[in-house]
Nanobody, 128 residues
Framework: QVQLVESGGGSVQAGGSLRLSCAAS????????MAWFRQAPGTQREGVAT????????FYADSVKGRFTISRDNANNTVYPQMNSLKPEDTGMYYC?????????????????????WGQGTQVTVSS
């Protein structure tokens, strides 16, 4: 059974930085996508960044491109989104998720319906 535990959320002022982490266990497929979604109150979950299991292929939503960097430590099954130049519109609950994927391209443009296993989320609040 896959389990995902997020941490690192908090409150920062606009322009600040946060580094989230997601510790994964129980993943049986060595070829997989690790993804981060976020959800603001009253909105749908938005896929913001993904990283493939090998080769370091990444995807970023336009809203975070140039500000967020996602990395992963495969030895420890941990994924880290580094979030810089945060804006108030980055506020929301951030969720980690994963799915098996044969190729990096399957990680691009992530959609919530493609992922079945989710962490509990970690709250990020950016004040102006």
């Amino acid at each position: 059974q896959v389990q995902l535990v997020e941490s690192g959320g908090g409150s920062v002022q606009a322009g600040g930085s946060l580094r989230l982490s997601c510790a994964a266990s129980g993943i049986t497929s060595s070829d997989n996508c690790m993804a981060w979604f976020r959800q603001a109150p009253g909105t749908q979950r938005e896929g913001v960044a993904t990283i493939y299991s090998s080769g370091g292929s990444t995807f970023y939503a336009d809203s975070v491109k140039g500000r967020f960097t996602i990395s992963r430590d495969n030895a420890n099954n941990t994924v880290y989104p580094q979030m810089n130049s945060l804006k108030p519109e980055d506020t929301g609950m951030y969720y980690c998720t994963t799915k098996p994927a044969r190729r990096a391209g399957f990680c691009w443009a992530p959609k919530e319906i493609e992922y079945r296993t989710w962490g509990q989320g970690t709250q990020v609040t950016v004040s102006s």
